[in-house]
């Protein structure tokens, strides 16, 4: 993955199922997630329906992805709190974000030049879940 910004650049379609081990609840969202250039790097913006039980209701989400390198990047909440390091050059990447006193371990993998996945499990006193986000690019192979 020489170049994490041109890769990510552009708009997705966003699948995600995830379990909570302590309710025993699934969600699912559908949606797209746009990535846009901007000084910083990228903006990243999701915008989908979840379920969540018997919930349903719109779900939005954003971050900001600093580009460090062209390889790498630190992503931050929308307020610009740092939330992990990214570095995608081998097209595989594990990180972590304590969240006291859950912790959150992830996993950034690129299947080809329009697909990826980001994989969540989060554990602590407070959560047991796993998370899974599978990530199209509109208009790109399936």
């Known amino acids: 993955m020489p170049d994490l910004a041109r890769y ?3 708009t997705w379609h966003l699948t995600r199922l995830g379990w909570d081990g302590g309710s025993g609840r699934t969600m699912r969202l559908h949606g797209q997630a746009r990535f ?4 910083a790097g990228l ?3 999701e915008r989908g329906t979840a379920t969540i ?3 349903q209701g719109e779900a939005t989400r954003r971050y900001l992805f600093r580009c460090r390198s062209p390889g790498e990047a630190d992503v931050c909440f929308e307020d610009g709190t740092f939330f992990h390091r990214l570095d995608l050059r081998t097209g595989n990447a594990r990180i972590c974000h304590p969240c006291a006193p859950d912790r959150y371990q992830g996993r950034y993998r690129v ?8 994989t969540w499990h989060v554990t602590g ?10 990530f199209v690019r509109v208009g790109g192979g399936v």
């Open 8 to 10: 990510l650049a552009g």
């Open 36 to 39: 846009a250039p901007c000084a």
């Open 43 to 45: 903006l990243f913006e």
């Open 53 to 55: 039980g018997t919930h």
């Open 111 to 118: 299947l080809g030049p329009d697909r990826w996945l980001l």
């Open 125 to 134: 006193p407070r959560k047991r879940q796993r998370i899974a986000s599978r």
